[in-house]
């Protein structure tokens, strides 16, 4: 299984904090949100490489990051990908990047994880690695508990089994509180539907999109994930992230 993280965008909302430095290489309650990503995910057995994509302008940057990671997890190889793009107005959008990742590193013979690198996570994902076994595609989701603030994310509907029926991006009218998080599962035969994506014109940017198009092809199983998911579009949100996540070290403790 190989990981991809997301970390592409330029974070234009979180001007100035962003202008010098990636979204998730600012630091949440001590350190990168991109270490909460890993951290996280660093106790799924099996994982062959962590690709991170990024853009032109902080390349060297998540390099640095990744050797003074890996020093501290040897056990992952990490790869930066640099998608060339230099701002907004020609990067790739995410699904474009993951198709460029896909094709240049020849990910098709392996199962895939995506994950944007400005997730944050309060738990292990060891479970959602299990949960994945055997099945053709996954999406990690969370339960907003507000159909007021599911109308910023996506909202979807799953059967008895926990497949999803319904995916609607920014839903004016949601009936149902529990989204899609970017956090995704791809079987190795999967993976390969990114050019079949991408060939067809659809829109490079979001991952949720993919999601959107896959789901009425094959089935796509849903996770729940424990604990705490944050996502963070704002000063504020950044703040607010740093007081709960504070919280989540100091309880470890």
Partial sequence: MNILILAAGYATRLYPLTLTKAKPLLGVAGKPMIDW??????????????????????????????????????????????????????????????????????????????????NLFSESLEEFAKFCEGRAAVLATYDVKDLEAIKKYNSI?????????????????????????????????????????????????????FVQWLYTRIPVHTYEVPGIWFDIGSKETLDEANVIFADVLKNRL
Avoid: C
């Fill in 37 to 118: 990503v890993l951290d996280n995910l660093a106790p799924i057995p099996n994982i062959e490489n962590v690709y991170v994509v990024t853009n032109n302008k902080f390349a060297a940057d998540f390099q640095a990051w990744a050797d003074d990671y890996g020093k501290r997890q040897p056990k992952m190889k990490f790869k930066i990908v640099n998608d060339g793009s230099t701002n907004d107005t020609d990067k790739l959008g995410a699904i474009g990047d993951i198709n460029l990742v896909v094709n240049r590193e020849n990910l098709v013979n392996s199962d895939l994880v995506v994950v944007a690198g400005d």
């Fill in 157 to 209: 509907e799953v059967n008895g089994e926990g497949i999803i029926t319904h995916f609607e991006e920014k839903p004016a009218q949601p009936k149902s509180t529990q989204t899609g998080i970017a956090l995704y599962y791809y079987s190795k035969e999967t993976v390969a539907k990114f050019a079949e994506y991408i060939a067809e014109g659809n829109n490079p940017d979001q991952p949720g999109r």
